[in-house]
């Protein structure tokens, strides 16, 4: 995603939520939010979400979801903020559940003592911790996204992988320089329009040394177990 927006130009994703929808500034900001979704969802980038694949072919869809998101949504917190900095800060923390029983307080007298007992209850129970399952949740989508560039995975996870599954990604590159070059905006020109030749060589060869590639022995030993088994 990030790689895209440096290669139109643009440090931020920052659509012009108060302008005219569909000026060629907006129209950019739209394409790139619809295309490196579809992007993201395809690579499995979301299955911790449970993104339904059925509906990224529904253009239709995506438009009036990203306009409503948009120019309805995000229009509306810019003209909140516009008029009183900082109150979408303190609207945001008003959802918190505590604080929105303590606004309610005031009103229970009006209702029935069950539920002035009760809305004192949720005022001053004790805050509720999410504990995390011991066995993670299995995913709907088990299989490794194909065609991804070696950072799509963090090297922890990367280099954990078996000899075959790191095979497959060896020869795909990376997309983006190591993470404290990327942090560093004042950079981004540095390296986002490079081509990819220039970019592996000044950028990607550092990325590439945070992650075990498979060895000439490791992949010489693969294929001699690949040959045996399909003499079988």
């Known amino acids: 995603m990030f790689n895209a927006i440096g290669n139109v130009g643009l440090i931020?994703?920052?659509?012009?939520?108060?302008?005219?929808?569909?000026?060629?500034y907006n129209a950019l900001h739209k394409h790139l939010?619809?295309?490196?979704?579809?992007?993201?969802?395809?690579?499995?980038?979301?299955?911790?979400?449970?993104?339904?694949?059925?509906?990224?072919?529904n253009y239709s869809f995506f438009m009036k979801l990203y306009r409503s998101f948009v120019f309805g949504f995000m229009a509306?917190?810019?003209c909140k903020e516009g008029k009183a900095a900082g109150v979408v800060v303190m609207e945001n923390g008003c959802r918190n559940v505590y604080q929105k029983a303590f606004k309610r307080q005031t009103g229970a007298r009006y209702v029935p003592p069950f539920f002035v007992m009760t809305t004192c209850l949720?005022?001053?129970?004790?805050?509720?911790?999410?504990?995390?399952?011991?066995?993670?949740?299995?995913?709907?989508i088990t299989h490794f996204p194909?065609?991804?560039?070696?950072?799509?995975?963090?090297p922890s996870f990367f280099n954990q992988m078996s000899v075959r599954e790191r095979a497959i990604y060896m020869n795909n590159g990376v997309a983006l320089p190591v993470p404290n070059i990327c942090a560093d905006l004042t950079r981004t020109l540095e390296w986002k329009n490079l081509p990819y030749d220039e970019?592996?060589?000044?950028?990607?060869?550092?990325?590439?040394?945070?992650?075990?590639?498979?060895?000439?022995?490791?992949?010489k030993q693969l294929n001699e177990y690949d040959d045996e088994e399909s003499s079988e």
């Open 76 to 78: 509306e917190q810019a």
């Open 12 to 24: 931020h994703w920052q659509p012009d939520v108060l302008g005219t929808v569909e000026s060629m």
């Open 146 to 154: 194909k065609g991804v560039p070696i950072d799509y995975f963090e």
């Open 33 to 57: 939010a619809i295309s490196t979704f579809k992007t993201v969802v395809t690579a499995s980038g979301y299955t911790f979400m449970n993104a339904n694949l059925l509906f990224i072919t």
């Open 199 to 219: 970019f592996m060589k000044k950028f990607g060869e550092d990325t590439l040394k945070l992650y075990n590639l498979p060895t000439d022995a490791e992949l």
């Open 122 to 140: 949720i005022l001053h129970r004790a805050e509720c911790i999410r504990i995390e399952p011991a066995a993670p949740i299995t995913a709907t």
